[in-house]
């Protein structure tokens, strides 16, 4: 059985893995979030306060002279921070002004949701497309690039759209932030869980082990009590009937021989019936107590138990083998089993056949009891009609065996146990 300190610490070990895992997940959206509001805001400052205010008249006509103007008086303010690169588009996709001259007067298609900002207003953000040819001069500024845009208003009240790239460092830096700031508190409090449970566990744990303990003990003192009963009725009807029917059957038989033939043939007829009897009342004491084991060996004690059920007419098939090097209490165990199941059999399956199969498997025996009966349903049977397997199979399991019960109605029963050899 695995140690259950042992589960609690693994099961500590994997809730923390999950935790780092969803804490760093959540500390980059967090911080993807919190870097992404911080750059509309700085790009929201630098179009109202610096970029309008410093639009000349003119620039929206490609006028050099507004472009010089707009480059002494604004790029320094532009430029600041992790801002990168700006850009100033007209709604038709030109390219007003940008710190890159090149791209001045170049036209090309805005998207639909700069055109959205364009029409109504707010500010978007989103990674850049480094694979546009608009965007061909940030492929060398390195690493990927955050474009964030915003509407202005040039002198003449045209709306005109203000972009400006903004590096990605900053997201990756608030992420380690974050994660730096909450990623110990959380790993403090589980580990300090995980140390003030353990104590818990381990003497929950030993309580069980006790209380595990003292109910096989209780166990094994019923069952030697059992033993202990079932063995002074064995004696005391060994010792009383059964030795007052063979003197009877041998004065029977005394008597017969020297009677007429009338007479003798009542007698040996009355002798027969006392025969019988003895037979019957001897597999009686079988099924009450059994023979020593391992004086008589579990087969001749096996071939003793199922007497009677052949002698009903059932057809027995029986093989024990390679339980000679097998303990006491593991033979006494199997014993036990076989017992109660050849009990079920001649009490309720009202078979034709049945085998009983006793073999060694590795360090385990193994015992199989077979019947082609009417079958039951172990889930919805009652408890009464079958509390000697049910006992049974605590007591196998307490000895830390296996207990399998295949059964259907109208499809038989078969009974598999098996119990550790030692």
């Not at 002279?65 to 030109?94: E, P, Q, Y």
């Not at 790239?165 to 974050?178: F, M």
């Not at 110990?184 to 082990?209: D, E, F, Y």
């Not at 009383?240 to 009338?262: K, R, T």
């Amino acid at each position: 059985m695995t140690n259950p300190v042992a589960q609690f610490l693994a099961a500590g070990f994997v809730t923390l893995v999950v935790v780092v895992l969803a804490t760093s997940a959540l500390s980059r959206s967090a911080a993807d979030e919190e870097a992404i509001a911080d750059a509309r805001s700085l790009t929201r400052v630098l179009a109202r306060s610096v970029a309008q205010p410093a639009i000349p008249p003119g620039l929206t006509e490609g006028d050099a002279a507004a472009i010089d103007r707009m480059d002494r008086t604004a790029l320094d303010r532009l430029l600041v921070d992790d801002v990168l690169r700006i850009k100033l588009w007209d709604a038709d996709g030109t390219v007003l002004y940008s710190d890159r001259t090149e791209l001045i007067g170049a036209r090309y298609p805005l998207d639909d949701d700069e055109l959205e900002v364009l029409r109504d207003g707010g500010t978007d953000a989103e990674l850049s497309d480094l694979g546009r040819p608009e965007n061909r001069f940030e492929r060398d500024l390195g690493g990927d690039l955050l474009e964030v845009y915003t509407r202005v208003r040039s002198p003449e009240g045209k709306p005109l759209l203000f972009e400006a790239y903004l590096g990605v460092e900053e997201i990756r830096a608030s992420r380690a932030q974050i994660l730096d700031r909450f990623l110990p508190i959380t790993i403090g409090a589980l580990v300090a869980l995980v140390a003030l449970g353990t104590p818990l566990v381990l003497l929950l744990s030993r309580r069980l082990s006790r209380a595990a303990r003292e109910r096989e003990r209780l166990l094994e003192a019923a069952v030697r009590a059992s033993d202990a009963e079932r063995l002074r009725i064995a004696r005391d009807l060994h010792d009383g009937v059964v030795q007052d029917l063979s003197g009877s059957s041998m004065a029977l038989s005394a008597l017969a021989a020297h009677a007429d033939e009338p007479d003798r043939r009542e007698l040996e007829e009355v002798g027969r019936s006392l025969r019988v009897s003895m037979r019957s009342l001897r597999s009686l004491l079988v099924e009450i107590y059994p023979p020593d084991l391992h004086t008589a060996g579990l087969s001749a004690a096996v071939d003793d138990l199922v007497a009677p059920l052949a002698a009903a007419g059932t057809t027995v098939d029986v093989d024990v083998s390679g339980a000679d090097g097998a303990s006491r209490p593991a033979v006494a165990l199997l014993w036990r089993v076989a017992q109660e199941s050849v009990r079920n059999v001649a009490r309720h399956a009202r078979a034709d056949r049945m085998s009983l199969t006793v073999r060694h498997e590795g360090d385990r025996l193994l015992l199989e009891v077979v019947d082609d009966g009417v079958g039951f349903d172990p889930a919805t049977v009652a408890t009464d009609d079958h509390f000697g397997l049910r006992a049974a199979e605590s007591l196998v399991r307490e000895h830390g065996g296996t207990w399998e019960v295949d059964s259907a109605p109208g499809s038989g029963t078969m009974v598999r146990v098996e119990v550790p050899v030692g």
